[in-house]
Structure formats: C-alpha cells, structure tokens
C-alpha cells in the first residue's frame, strides 16, 4: 500500500488548486481515504475523507465550503479541490488510508485513525 501526494504549489489569496493522491497496491474504493496538512509549527489537522464502500464523504466543518474530495477508481486517484484558499491554507498537504482498520463505510478525520500515509505536498498561498 502506497500514497503520494501532489499538485502543491505557489498560489494566490482566493485561487484554487487541485491536489492529487495516487494509490498503488490497491484501488481508492477498497479503503478509507484521508486528507490532512500540517503547517509549520502546527498539529497535524484532519481536512476530509472519503469512504470505501459508497464513497460517502467527511469534511472539517471550518472547510467543508471550500474543499471537496473525489475519487477516480479507474485511475487509482483521490483528488482534493481546493476554493478560495488564503494564507491561512498554507501548509503540507497528505493523503493517508486507513488500509480497512475500521471497516467498510468507515470515514473519519483523526490522524491517529489512519496507519499508512503518502508524502505531502507543499501549497503556499501568498501574494
């Protein structure tokens, strides 16, 4: 089981960005899937996840207006939308599974939750 995550990057207050999370050793429906960042100085913060079985997805409340997961089984990607970032959105971007600890239909935020975790991905939003 393998993550990594990319499409970080330099943007602007307000822009978008779209960040990728490849799987590989299994496809995305198969486990939960999480994001999560973690800015400089920070604790690690639970972004959104998407479930296995139905696809049912979670969010942070102070995100989920501008955040939107998806996945693209066939292509073995998890993606995140990103609307409207600020300066506050800066941080390293991850990707992590739960490799089925909690079952189908599981989805959750807490990083502890999830045991196997992709390489982050940088997003800075500045002007």
């Known amino acids: 089981v393998q993550l990594q995550a990319s499409g970080g990057g330099l943007v602007q207050p307000g822009g978008s960005l779209r960040l990728s999370c490849s799987a590989s050793g299994f496809t995305p429906d198969y486990y939960a899937i999480g994001w999560f960042r973690q800015a400089p100085g920070k604790e690690r913060e639970g972004i959104s996840c998407?479930?296995?079985?139905?696809?049912?997805?979670y969010y942070a409340d102070s995100l989920k207006d501008r955040f939107t997961v998806s996945r693209d089984n066939a292509e073995n990607m998890v993606y995140l939308q990103m609307n409207n970032l600020q300066p506050e959105d800066t941080a390293v971007y991850y990707c992590?599974?739960?490799?089925?600890?909690?079952?189908?239909?599981?989805?959750?935020?807490?990083?502890?939750?999830?045991?196997?975790w992709g390489q982050g991905t940088l997003v800075t939003v500045s002007s």
């Open positions: 992590a599974t739960d490799q089925g600890e909690y079952g189908s239909g599981w989805c959750g935020i807490r990083p502890i939750d999830f045991g196997s």
């Open positions: 998407i479930s296995s079985s139905d696809g049912s997805t």
